[in-house]
């Protein structure tokens, strides 16, 4: 690790993993009142907050030296970019956003893989069931998502992609992964016309605690020390 990420890291530590937690609860409690008053304002702090709250806690939780826990740091940061892109109005923030949560996926996906999740060519049962939902989810929205639809398509299949590999991993990343396709869909369906009350709030509600746990259970699949 180089000099100013060690002199960051050591400046984190100091800091109780509990206060990242609690400032995570207070950063969402935030978001969401932000999203029922209206105060979009708010938002371009308490939305970013969220990953970035999350990525403190990663590090003051597990050793230096672990590269799954890098990677999975890395998915945060663009999970972060990809929640300030969504703030902008517009189809190209969209699809810059939706590009970067891909990126994120394929990289939550990567450390689940080293973490040991779900052998897929053995096991086809989590699979076989986001596959499903996949499958009956677009093709119900197709229709209705225009020029979305080939994009939503190919980022829906890493979402669940990923959402089945953390099966493989602890209870934690299974239910983040099952919220965050929760999340997802909803998003989807507000996409395509398909709107009802609090539809924001449950979108972002199910985001965060999705996050939270892919988080959370990776800290405890990893193993006590770095390799040497």
Same mark, same amino acid.
């Given at each position: 690790m180089s /000099? /100013?990420?060690?002199? !960051? *890291?050591? +400046? &984190?530590? *100091?800091? /109780?993993? *509990?206060?990242? &937690?609690? @400032?995570?609860?207070?950063? !969402? +409690?935030?978001? &969401?009142?932000?999203?029922?008053f209206g105060a979009d304002a708010l938002r371009w702090a308490s939305k970013p907050a969220l990953a970035l709250l999350l990525l403190g806690h990663l590090i003051v939780s597990t050793p230096p030296g672990m590269r799954p826990a890098r990677l999975f740091g890395i998915g945060l940061l663009l999970a972060c970019a990809a929640d300030i892109a969504l703030l902008v109005d517009g189809t190209s923030a969209f699809l810059w956003g939706m590009g970067l949560f891909g990126l994120m996926q394929i990289t939550y996906f990567a450390v689940f893989v080293r973490l040991g999740g779900l052998p897929l060519r053995r096991r086809f049962v989590a699979p076989g069931c986001y596959l499903a939902v996949w499958? %009956? @989810?677009?093709? !119900?929205?197709?229709? *209705?998502? %225009?020029?979305?639809?080939? /994009?939503?398509?190919?980022?829906s299949l890493l979402l669940v992609a990923m959402a089945a590999e953390a099966v493989g991993v602890n209870r934690l990343a299974a239910a983040g992964g099952l919220l965050f396709v929760a999340s997802d869909l909803v998003l989807g369906l507000g996409v395509a016309g398909i709107d009802f009350a609090f539809?924001?709030?449950a979108v972002m509600a199910a985001y965060a605690a999705a996050q939270l746990l892919l988080t959370l259970g990776t800290i405890k699949a990893l193993p006590a020390k770095a390799p040497e």
């Open positions: /000099p /100013p990420l060690l002199l !960051i *890291r050591s +400046a &984190l530590v *100091r800091v /109780p993993a *509990r206060f990242w &937690l609690r @400032a995570f609860t207070v950063a !969402i +409690a935030a978001d &969401l009142s932000a999203i029922t499958l %009956g @989810a677009n093709i !119900i929205l197709w229709p *209705r998502l %225009g020029d979305l639809a080939v /994009p939503v398509a190919v980022y539809q924001d709030q």
